[in-house]
């Protein structure tokens, strides 16, 4: 492969190989996921509430002791290094951070108080803090307008932009999206996805979001992964995806008939052959 071609593919930023999740020691929830995230790139996890989207994020960010979960299999690999051992402190400070689901901000601080919880594992001067606060407010000018407001006290779609402000905070090269649309009005959600584009064209920020609305995270994304019951059932470009009849069918909403599981419909049957 000559420079040019090698200079046109994107570096593979994160790759989940095979990995097996189990809670409690007794519930196995991910049965050898796969999934890579090259860099520069919007990678969308999806499929229905229950097919592990969650857990797949917190396996990459560790965030799975707290839960009581564990990787008992495969590997996680983070710019080519093992990151199954790393703490998540460790973790933000190589530049991955997740936003969880359910947004999480302090609802007792103030919206600028909570961006500012971001930076701390980040060792900068007031000016760099200040002027990392700005470039949030660039994105997020509701923000800046309400940057004295108590969060608890805001709406969702603004406890969503400062759940992801403060991830911007910590200067990440990766942000890990869990369910950004969950709740949010419709013209929200448009917004918020809009501003991740922004992020990722502008900051080169990559993403891995995991979401239940898969007609807009295909819109969005350059790549997707479709899970269920902790399997990945299918993956393609987003374009290729949105355009399935499968995909349209059980997610898209496209088809009337009754909605029926991944495994039972023709493609899952003719995956299933080519892996035997």
Not at 37 to 65: F, Q
Not at 246 to 254: I, Q, S
Request: glycine share 8%; aromatic share 6%; net charge positive.
């Amino acid at each position: 492969m000559n420079a040019s071609v090698e200079a046109a593919v994107p570096r593979i930023l994160l790759n989940v190989n095979g990995i097996e999740v189990i809670y409690n020691h007794v519930i196995l929830v991910l049965k050898g996921v796969s999934l890579c995230v090259p860099e520069g790139k919007i990678v969308a996890l999806l499929g229905a509430n229950g097919a592990g989207k969650t857990t797949t994020l917190r396996a990459v960010s560790n965030l799975l002791k707290a839960e009581r979960g564990d990787v008992t299999k495969g590997n996680i690999d983070y710019r080519g290094e093992r990151i199954e051992r790393l703490t998540p402190a460790e973790l933000v400070k190589r530049g991955v951070v997740q936003v969880m689901e359910g947004r999480h901000c302090f609802a007792h601080l103030t919206i600028e108080e909570n961006l500012l919880t971001g930076a701390y594992t980040r060792k900068i001067s007031r000016g760099e803090l200040n002027a990392s606060l700005d470039k949030v407010y660039q994105y997020f000018p509701r923000l800046k307008q309400r940057r004295s407001s108590q969060s608890g006290y805001t709406s969702g779609g603004e406890q969503q932009m400062t759940a992801i402000g403060r991830a911007l905070m910590a200067n990440p090269n990766m942000i890990l999206l869990d369910e950004p649309s969950m709740g949010l009005a419709p013209q929200i959600v448009e917004e918020i996805f809009e501003i991740v584009r922004d992020l990722n064209q502008r900051e080169g920020v990559s993403f891995l979001l995991a979401e239940q609305n898969t007609n807009i995270a295909l819109r969005y994304a350059d790549y997707g992964y479709i899970l269920e019951n902790g399997r990945v059932m299918m993956d393609g470009a987003a374009k290729a995806l949105a355009e399935n009849e499968d995909v349209k069918e059980f997610y898209l909403g496209v088809s009337s008939g009754e909605r029926k599981s991944f495994r039972d419909n023709k493609f899952y049957r003719r995956r299933k052959r080519w892996l035997a």
